[in-house]
């Protein structure tokens, strides 16, 4: 992919500004582009580019700050690029101890926020460089190792060095897999000091998949009380193994490179860093993303937990392995309270369906060990999964064939009443419409049971469409 010599127009640069400040943020093709942009920009004329960014920052005056954390990012980087250079020594000493880790589930966001407060020590500073190297290279945050390398041939040409986190964040999107050795070749053949590093780096194939383990909290579960809130002992978390290779990136990277274990609790509220810039920043390692962030997606189904529904699709449109971080945070989605939540989850899920990725025996058994933890409501997951069924029987099919013999399982021990009808039908519906074939124990079971109660009758319908026979 050739890089372009001319950044957009100043007044376009202004003009994203403003709109993805006062929004969201953008998406993280227009939040990247955003960001390349003023990076561009200041190394070519840095004052016409304060010109063009000073009306945005006029409309932000003072102390105020958007609510989106993508956007508030976006913010300081436009202060810094529409403010004074300040001597090296000023700009070094706000930024000296300015960061302490103090939880594990902000690894991801530690990543996005170091390239940030390097963007803005650069802007601060009068530095420059002639792009940033962790741009993606598609809409999922993915960079093309034949993308970084080109830039990096810029970069030596120009005589620049990269800033660690930019090329720390570059490095992370980078492969699913070893890199064409022609790529290779090329990195290693870089004049820059980081060149054997980061052809050693596209030779390995990247950030190696970490080990996981899934844990449920321990203790009986408890309804919540007015109180405290929250359930106990009803969520399912995902902890993952250590990865080696930290020396070589910035130290705000260094959580991302430690076990989490994610019966750990934290000292402050987790709000607000599930986004879709946490996934695009870890595009080959969703599982990584997803288990960091999963006490904040179970927020949404058992605490009322405040929405940010872009997350789950991000999620799901990563190129990397989903494992049972993903499938856990998807199941916890189509259980949210909020309605957009649950929008998104059924998004998701056709999503990773499209990509071959959804494994329906993992979620389904995951939606039904929730249930009956009592941590997911039964009726708010049939729905969500009927909504997704409109779209795709054939997505959903597997996951209430999973769901199945656990629920009806629970039903003959007598730990649940009865049977979900709502749920029987809607399986019947999909198996109908997918053609699918074969014979579940616990659905003949119920459907073999004598009467004509509607749970029963649907069983049997059920029963006789994967027999193959019209119902």
């Known amino acids: 992919m050739a890089e372009e010599a001319v950044p957009a127009p100043l007044a376009v640069v202004a003009g994203s500004a403003a709109e993805l400040i006062d929004g969201d943020g953008g998406t993280v093709t227009a939040y990247e582009a955003l960001l390349d942009a003023v990076v561009r920009w200041a190394r070519r004329d840095r004052a016409a580019l304060a010109e063009a960014l000073r009306p945005v920052v006029e409309r932000w005056g003072g102390v105020h700050q958007p609510r989106v954390r993508a956007a508030a990012r976006l913010l300081a980087v ?80 120009e005589g620049a060095r990269p800033g660690p986190a930019d090329l720390g964040q570059a490095l992370l999107r980078c492969c699913g897999g070893p890199a064409d050795e022609d790529v290779v070749r090329a990195a290693a053949e870089l004049a820059l000091p ?19 383990a899934v844990v449920r909290e321990p203790g009986a579960p408890q309804r919540p009380s007015r109180r405290y809130g929250a359930r106990v002992g009803r969520r399912v978390l995902v902890g993952t193994e250590p990865l080696d290779g930290r020396g070589d990136f910035p130290r705000r990277f260094w959580s991302l490179f430690r076990g989490f274990e994610p019966l750990i609790g934290c000292n402050h509220l987790l709000l607000g860093h599930r986004e879709r810039h946490a996934a695009a920043a870890l595009p080959w390692h969703p599982e990584i993303v997803a288990a960091r962030l999963l006490t904040e997606v179970a927020a949404t189904a058992d605490q009322d937990g405040a929405g940010s529904p872009e997350f789950l699709p991000a999620l799901a449109q990563s190129p990397g392995p989903a494992g049972p971080a993903v499938h856990l945070a998807l199941a916890y989605g189509l259980g949210a309270r909020p309605d957009a939540d649950r929008e998104a989850a059924v998004e998701a899920l056709l999503v990773l369906a499209a990509q071959g990725g959804l ?32 779209a795709g029987a054939g997505a959903v099919w597997p996951v209430l064939a999973a769901m199945l013999p656990g629920l009806l399982a629970a039903v003959q021990s007598g730990a649940v009443a009865r049977p979900h009808v709502p749920l029987l039908a809607l399986a019947a519906d999909c198996a109908q419409g997918c053609a699918a074939r074969g014979t579940v124990a616990e659905v003949d079971a119920l459907a073999a049971r004598p009467g004509s109660a509607q749970s029963v009758r649907e069983a049997r319908r059920l029963r006789d469409v994967l027999a193959g026979r019209r119902p």
């Open 194 to 212: 980081e060149g054997p590093r980061i052809a050693a780096w596209l030779r390995a194939g990247g950030l190696p998949q970490p080990g996981a």
């Open 78 to 157: 436009v202060r810094c690029a529409a403010g004074p250079v300040e001597e090296r020594a000023v700009a070094d000493r706000r930024e000296a101890g300015s960061w302490l880790e103090t939880c594990q589930h902000e690894a991801v966001l530690h990543v996005v926020g170091a390239r940030i407060a390097e963007i803005c020590g650069w802007l601060r500073h009068g530095e420059t460089v002639p792009m940033l190297l962790a741009t993606p290279s598609r809409a999922d945050g993915a960079v093309d190792p034949y993308d970084l390398v080109m830039r990096l041939t810029e970069y030596e040409q």
């Open 359 to 390: 494994e329906g025996v993992l979620l389904g058994g995951e939606l039904a060990r929730l249930v009956l933890l009592g941590t997911l409501r039964l009726p708010v997951v049939t729905e969500s999964l009927a909504r997704a069924a409109g």
